[in-house]
C-alpha cells in the first residue's frame, strides 16, 4: 500500500467514524439498543495447589512503664538491645533474619486528663525458613517474651506454587474449552 491509499483509507475511517458520532449525538440514548451477544460463551478455570508453609516469623515484645518518657525509653532500649546481642550472633539470611520492629511510647492520663506516666513498647521480629534456629533464639533472648507468631510463605515458595497453580488453571481452561468445541 502506498503512503497516499493508506492517507485515503485513513481520511475515509475518520469521515466515518465522524458521521456515526453526529448520528450518535442526535439520537436520544432510549432509542440507541444494544444488541445482546449471542453465540457467545464463558469459560472459566482454576488451579489449587496445597503447599506447606516454610516461613516463620516470630515477634517478641516487651513493655515498661514509668514517671518520665526518657526513662521508659532507656529501659526499653535496654531490653531491646540486650535481646538483639543475644539473637544476633545465630541470624543467618534467609534462615533467620532478625529486625527491630515497633517501637512506642504513650503517655497515660489520670482523671483529670493530666499526663501520670508513660508507657512503652518494643518489639524485636525473627523470621525466616530455619524453624529450629528460630525459636532456640528466641528462648535466649531473656528480657523479651513471644508476642506472636506467623507461619507463612516465602515469595520464592510463593512464585513457584503460584506458576504452578496457574499452568494447573490453563490446562484446565484448555480442556474445558476442547470438550465444549467438541460438543458443538
Known amino acids: ?104 511510647i504513650h503517655p497515660r492520663y489520670n482523671r483529670d486528663g493530666k499526663i501520670s506516666g508513660w508507657q512503652g513498647r518494643a518489639e524485636l521480629v525473627l523470621e525466616g525458613r530455619d524453624f529450629a534456629r528460630i525459636t532456640q533464639a528466641a528462648a535466649r533472648a531473656s528480657s523479651l517474651t513471644i508476642g506472636n507468631i506467623a507461619f507463612g510463605l516465602s515469595r520464592e515458595q510463593r512464585a513457584r506454587v503460584e506458576g504452578e497453580a496457574q499452568a494447573l488453571a490453563i490446562e484446565r481452561f484448555k480442556a474445558k474449552a476442547a470438550e465444549i468445541a467438541k460438543a458443538f
Open 1 to 104: 500500500m502506498t503512503t497516499r491509499t493508506t492517507r485515503t483509507v485513513a481520511m475515509g475511517l475518520l469521515l466515518g467514524l465522524g458521521a456515526a458520532l453526529a448520528h450518535a449525538q442526535t439520537t436520544p440514548i432510549s432509542a440507541m439498543t444494544i444488541a445482546p451477544p449471542q453465540n457467545v460463551l464463558q469459560l472459566s478455570a482454576t488451579g489449587q495447589v496445597e503447599v506447606q508453609q516454610d516461613l516463620l516469623t516470630l515477634s517478641l515484645t516487651t513493655s515498661r512503664e514509668g514517671a518520665d518518657a526518657a526513662g521508659v525509653q532507656a529501659e526499653l532500649r535496654k531490653a531491646l538491645d540486650a535481646a538483639l546481642a543475644q539473637v544476633k550472633t545465630t541470624a543467618q539470611p534467609g534462615q533467620m533474619d532478625v529486625r527491630t520492629g515497633d517501637f512506642s
